[in-house]
T-cell receptor, first 110, second 113 residues
């Protein structure tokens, strides 16, 4: 079993829809959680960084962490074609190396 | 905030040729530096990381090596490239605080022919 599982998609939704991206993990020591957005032929860009359970909101993006279920989510409201990208979850147990999900390829259709 | 420079953006090299990819970081001191490889449709594979000058940890035994001659310079090298070395190579930086997130450069797309 992989430490971090992420559905690779692809996921295609109409413009304006609410998008839900998810990752599950098996290591209960993980306490720092990140979401990255990666456009084609570019490096991953940090979108959200959270610590502990709960929600964190930044504009149209909300990151949710449920440590009891070992489950994290990224919600995108009012999705735009410019949100089309691959989204990677990542997590760590502090000083240890980050563990990445495989990435979910998202397309927002105008 | 830190800025990560990687070059070249694209590289085509024949099998058996040497490789040198350079990464430099601005805006932070004593960063942890990383080299990742991303194969098409696959996740990120950590190749090397460094917590200081001359300190290199290898994650995957392979045809590549890394060096850190200066605090904010990280170099990925190979003496003889293999076809399997093709991929998207990303340099990443994590400021000294252990719980800080990783920041990536824009990568080098290497094609070995």
């Amino acid at each position: 079993q992989k430490e971090v599982e992420q559905d690779p998609g692809p996921l295609s939704v109409p413009e304006g829809a609410i998008v839900s991206l998810n990752c599950t993990y098996s290591n209960s020591a993980f306490q720092y959680f990140m979401w990255y957005r990666q456009y084609s032929r570019k490096g991953p860009e940090l979108l959200m960084y959270t610590y502990s359970s709960g929600n964190k909101e930044d504009g149209r993006f909300t990151a949710q962490v449920d440590k009891s279920s070992k489950y994290i989510s990224l919600f995108i409201r009012d999705s735009q074609p410019s949100d089309s990208a691959t989204y990677l979850c990542a997590m760590s147990a502090g000083a240890q190396k980050l563990v990445f999900g495989q990435g979910t390829r998202l397309t927002i259709n105008p | 905030s830190q800025t990560i420079h990687q070059w070249p953006a694209t590289l085509v090299q024949p099998v058996g040729s040497p490789l040198s990819l350079e990464c430099t970081v601005e805006g932070t001191s004593n960063p942890n530096l990383y080299w990742y490889r991303q194969a098409a449709g696959r996740g990120l594979q950590l190749l090397f990381y460094s917590v200081g000058i001359g300190q290199i940890s290898s994650e995957v035994p392979q045809n590549l090596s890394a060096s850190r001659p200066q605090d904010r310079q990280f170099i990925l090298s190979s003496k003889k490239l293999l076809l399997s070395d093709s991929g998207f190579y990303l340099c990443a930086c994590r400021p000294g605080l252990y719980n800080s997130p990783l920041h990536f450069g824009n990568g080098t797309r290497l094609t070995v022919t």
